[in-house]
T-cell receptor, first 112, second 113 residues
Framework: DAMVIQNPRYQVTQFGKPVTLSCSQT?????MYWYQQKSSQAPKLLFH???????NEADTPDNFQSRRPNTSFCFLDIRSPGLGDAAMYLC???????????FGPGTRLTVL | GESVGLHLPTLSVQEGDNSIINCAYS??????FIWYKQESGKGPQFIID?????DKRQGQRVTVLLNKTVKHLSLQIAATQPGDSAVYFC????????????FGRGTSLIVHP
């Protein structure tokens, strides 16, 4: 059974058109993460939530926002996608911040 | 700054051979290490981990070796199969704190039938 679920798996948007990616988990983990991964690169952490506490990475553009309405769900909002935002977006969860992370299958974002 | 890196970006092996993927780290405070496998179009999948109080840990067909003296760890895959073809990432962390695991660059393993 899937433990970290991401929807949609593929998302196409237009330049500048807001888009929301979703993630849900059945692990009841405290921490949820959003990563951006471009081709042939390691995942790059955008931000994470420890419970309801939001933690933004220093170099995450303001164009990226996140919401975590409850333990199970976390959303990534891209307010005005640019061509450079085309990437795989990965959601992950962990029990604690330094614990093993469990990743979802990712959402492939295309920006036209 | 301190970082985690991989020596070889691509490793090609024949089916049935043993594979060794290497990873160097520079943060001497790191005490927890994780290997992930990422197949094309999928998210990273946990393979095996090791803590600094161990120098070897075995799983099913995989072994992780940790050499704290030279800050090096490796992932050994026995009898490599075509299904092992993927990108492998090591990540390092510090247990018990607020340190998020840091991913290394990744090695692409290609297994030829």
């Amino acid at each position: 059974d899937a433990m970290v679920i991401q929807n949609p798996r593929y998302q196409v948007t237009q330049f500048g058109k807001p888009v929301t990616l979703s993630c849900s988990q059945t692990l009841n983990h405290n921490v949820m993460y959003w990563y951006q991964q471009k081709s042939s690169q390691a995942p790059k952490l955008l931000f994470h939530y420890y419970d309801k506490d939001f933690n933004n990475e220093a170099d995450t553009p303001d164009n990226f926002q996140s919401r975590r309405p409850n333990t199970s769900f976390c959303f990534l909002d891209i307010r005005s996608p640019g061509l450079g935002d085309a990437a795989m977006y990965l959601c992950a969860t962990s029990r604690g911040v330094s614990d093993t992370q469990y990743f979802g299958p990712g959402t492939r974002l295309t920006v036209l | 700054g301190e970082s985690v890196g991989l020596h070889l970006p691509t490793l090609s092996v024949q089916e049935g051979d043993n594979s060794i993927i290497n990873c160097a780290y520079s943060n001497s405070a790191s005490d927890y290490f994780i290997w992930y496998k990422q197949e094309s179009g999928k998210g990273p999948q946990f393979i095996i981990d090791i803590r600094s109080n161990m120098d070897k840990r075995q799983g099913q067909r995989v072994t992780v070796l940790l050499n704290k003296t030279v800050k090096h760890l490796s992932l050994q895959i026995a009898a490599t199969q075509p299904g092992d073809s993927a990108v492998y990432f090591c990540a390092e962390s510090q247990s018990g704190g607020s340190y998020i695991p840091t991913f290394g660059r990744g090695t692409s393993l290609i297994v030829h039938p």
